[in-house]
C-alpha cells in the first residue's frame, strides 16, 4: 500500500512537471512569436516612414500690371508685363513624421497622428514685354511680387487638381500595408481612439 502511494504521488509530481514544462515552454513560445510579430511590425513601420512625394507640372502664362498715381487725377504711371511660368509643384508626405505606438500585450498598432502634406512650388519664369512707366520702373521687389503670386495660383490649382488626391491615395497605400500585416497576424490597428475593421476603414484616416 505504500509503495502504491509512493507510486501514485511520484507519478503525480512527473505530472505537474510536465504541465509546468508545457506551460513554461508554451508560455516562452508564445512570449517568442509575440517579440518576432512586434518586430516584424516595426519594421513594416519604419519602412514606410520615407518621403512619398507626387509631382506635377504647371504652364501658364500671366499679366503683370502695376500703376502709380502721384495724387492727380491726370498723372499716373503704369508698368507691364508678360509673364510665362513654368513650375514644378510637389505634394511631399514625409512618413518620418507618423507618431505611432505598439502595444505587444495588446496586440495593437495605435496611430495618434497622421503628416500634413507639405507643398513645394518652384517656379520658373520667364518675362516678356517689359514696359515700364516713365516714372513706375520695375525693381526687385516687382519680380519677388509676381513669383509670389503665381506660387499661390499654383498652390491654388494644386489643391483643385488630382495631384492631391493622387499623393493621399499613396500614402494611404503606405499606410494600407500596414493594416495588411497586422491583420493576418492578429494584431489590431487603432486611429482616433477607434480599431481599423478593414482596410477600406483606412481612407478615414484623411477625413
Known amino acids: ?33 509575440l517579440i518576432a510579430q512586434t518586430e516584424l511590425i516595426e519594421k513594416e513601420v519604419q519602412s514606410v516612414s520615407k518621403l512619398i512625394v507626387t509631382e506635377a507640372s504647371y504652364g501658364k502664362v500671366y499679366t503683370y500690371e502695376n500703376t502709380k498715381s502721384y495724387g492727380w487725377d491726370y498723372f499716373s504711371s503704369q508698368k507691364t508685363a508678360v509673364v510665362i511660368s513654368n513650375a514644378k509643384a510637389q505634394v511631399i508626405y514625409d512618413l518620418k513624421n507618423l507618431e505611432y505606438s505598439i502595444d505587444s500585450e495588446r496586440k495593437e498598432i495605435v496611430f495618434s497622428k497622421l503628416p500634413d502634406a507639405t507643398i513645394n512650388i518652384n517656379p520658373n519664369l520667364n518675362f516678356y514685354q517689359l514696359d ?48 495588411v500585416l497586422s491583420n ?8 482616433d481612439g477607434k480599431s481599423v475593421e478593414n482596410a477600406t476603414e483606412i481612407t478615414e484616416f484623411k477625413d
Open 1 to 33: 500500500m505504500k509503495n502504491l502511494k509512493t507510486l501514485i504521488l511520484g507519478a503525480l509530481m512527473m505530472l505537474a512537471i510536465v504541465l509546468i514544462y508545457d506551460y513554461i515552454k508554451g508560455y516562452r513560445t508564445e512570449q517568442a512569436n
Open 132 to 179: 515700364n512707366g516713365i516714372l513706375n520702373t520695375f525693381e526687385a521687389k516687382d519680380f519677388n511680387s509676381m513669383k509670389q503670386k503665381i506660387s499661390k495660383d499654383i498652390e491654388r490649382q494644386i489643391r483643385n487638381s488630382d495631384i492631391l488626391k493622387n499623393a493621399d491615395e499613396r500614402l494611404l497605400i503606405e499606410l494600407t500595408r500596414i493594416f
Open 184 to 191: 493576418s497576424m492578429g494584431w489590431t490597428v487603432v486611429y
